[in-house]
C-alpha cells in the first residue's frame, strides 16, 4: 500500500486546484455549438449505471464529450450505487457510478467482465452532502445550526419536534415552530447514504450505534427512492429532513453544520477544505485503485465534514476493442480539467486535487482491449 500524502500537502495542493478551477471557469457547453469530429473519435452505443448523486456531473460530461464525438450515443441510468455495481459486474454496462468503493470480493468478481483483470475504481465528484429540511418560514436565506449530536439524535428518532430545547440551545435567533420532524431517507441501497451515516458514526459515536452501509439502519421516518426522491418527498412536506447530494437541493434549507467553535455553511470550497485534511490512499487490492480517506472529524476552519467522494468503476482491459477505447477516452475527459469545470459548473462539485487527478490520470491511461 502506497503511503498516505500528508494532509498540509494536500491542503495546499487542494487548494491550487480549486484555484485554478475557479479561474478557468467560462461560458458551459453550448448544446446549439455545432459538434467537430476528426479522425480519433468515438462512435457507437455505450452505457453506465450507478450513483444518482453523480447524474448531474454525468450529463455535463455526456455533452462535453459528445462536442468532439457526436457519433458516441451515452446514457446513464441513476440507479444508485449498489445496482450500479452489480449492473457493471453482469457486463452490461462499459462503467459503473458508485458512491463507496468496490469491496475485496466485487474486486474479485470482477475478473468475470474484465477479461480476467481486476476491476478499478478512481475518484471523479467530490461534493458535500446537504442535511436538507423543508420548515415553512426557515428556509430561503435562513440556514438552522446543528452540530453532529443533535444530528445524529434526529436521524435515530431521539429528538422528533422541530422546536425540541436542543435544536434551540443551537438556533437562539430563530423562532422554531412546534412541529413534528419528518426524518427522510434513501430507501434504496446507496452509497449517499453510506457517506452520510460514516460521518455520523465518525463524529458522534456515542449517539449513533449503527454499523456503516448503504442500507438505511433504522425504522426512523420513510424511505424515497434515489436522490430525486428524497428531495421530492422533503419538499412535498412540512416539517421534513432529510440528505441528499448538494447539486439537487434546489430552493430547500440547508443545515450549517457546527465545525470546531463555528459552524459552517455547506459550499464546494468547503469541501474541498475537508478533503485537504484528509488522507489519500490505494488500496493494494488492485495496482490501478485510488481511494480517498476523509477526515468527517476535521475541526478546520470552514471545512465541511459531510462530504461525499463519489467514484467511476471501470475494467482495465476489455474484450472489444471499440468499448476500450471509449472507456479510455471518457473517463479521460472526466477527470481532465475540463471535465472537473464542466462538473463543476453543472453542480457545484469540488475539482480534483492535482495529486489526486495525476493518480486517477494514470490508472484511466491504462484501459486498453484485451490483446494489447
Not at 118 to 134: K, N, R, T
Not at 193 to 199: P, R
Amino acid at each position: 500500500m502506497h503511503p498516505k500524502v500528508p494532509r498540509r500537502l494536500l491542503a495546499a495542493l487542494c487548494a491550487t486546484a480549486m484555484a485554478a478551477a475557479l479561474a478557468a471557469c467560462g461560458d458551459n457547453v453550448d448544446p446549439n455549438e455545432t459538434p467537430t469530429r476528426d479522425a480519433s473519435s468515438i462512435a457507437g452505443s455505450f452505457a453506465g449505471a450507478g450513483a444518482s448523486s453523480q447524474q448531474s456531473a454525468v450529463e455535463a460530461w455526456i455533452a462535453g464529450f459528445q462536442k468532439k464525438n457526436p457519433d458516441a450515443k451515452i446514457s446513464y441510468n441513476p440507479s444508485g450505487s449498489g445496482a450500479g455495481v452489480t449492473t457493471f459486474l453482469t457486463g452490461a454496462t462499459v462503467w459503473a457510478g458508485s458512491d463507496r468503493p468496490l469491496s475485496d470480493d466485487q474486486v474479485k468478481e470482477s475478473t468475470q467482465v474484465c477479461a480476467g483483470k481486476e476491476a478499478f475504481d478512481v475518484p471523479v465528484y467530490i461534493s458535500p452532502l446537504a442535511v436538507v429540511y423543508h420548515v415553512e418560514g426557515l428556509e430561503g436565506d435562513t440556514h438552522i445550526r446543528m452540530d453532529v449530536s443533535v444530528l445524529a439524535r434526529i436521524f435515530d428518532g431521539k429528538i422528533t419536534n422541530w422546536n425540541d430545547r436542543a435544536i434551540a440551545a443551537l438556533n437562539p435567533d430563530l423562532k422554531l415552530p412546534d412541529l413534528p420532524i419528518t426524518v427522510v431517507h434513501r430507501s434504496d441501497k446507496s452509497g449517499t447514504t453510506l457517506n452520510f451515516v460514516e460521518y455520523l458514526k465518525a463524529a458522534a459515536p456515542k449517539e449513533w450505534k449503527y454499523a456503516t452501509e448503504e442500507n438505511w439502519p433504522n425504522d426512523v421516518g420513510q424511505g424515497a427512492k434515489g436522490t430525486s426522491g428524497v428531495i421530492s418527498t422533503i419538499d412535498q412536506a412540512n416539517g421534513t429532513i432529510g440528505y441528499a447530494d448538494f447539486s439537487q437541493v434546489g430552493d430547500l434549507g440547508t443545515v450549517d453544520i457546527k465545525v470546531g467553535d463555528s459552524y459552517t455553511r455547506i459550499s464546494a470550497e468547503a469541501a474541498s477544505l475537508a478533503v485537504a485534511d484528509s488522507t489519500l490512499e490505494e488500496e493494494s487490492a488492485g495496482s490501478n485503485r485510488v481511494v480517498l480517506d476523509i477526515n468527517h472529524t476535521t475541526t478546520t476552519e470552514g471545512a465541511y465534514p459531510i462530504v461525499l467522494v463519489s467514484y467511476d468503476i471501470a475494467c482495465p482491459v476489455y474484450a472489444d476493442a471499440d468499448t476500450a477505447r471509449f472507456a479510455k477516452a471518457f473517463l479521460g475527459y472526466v477527470v481532465s480539467d475540463d471535465g472537473q469545470e464542466q462538473a463543476m459548473r453543472a453542480t457545484g462539485s469540488a475539482p480534483l486535487p492535482d495529486n489526486i487527478a495525476s493518480l486517477v490520470q494514470a490508472s484511466v491511461s491504462k484501459i486498453a482491449p484485451e490483446g494489447e
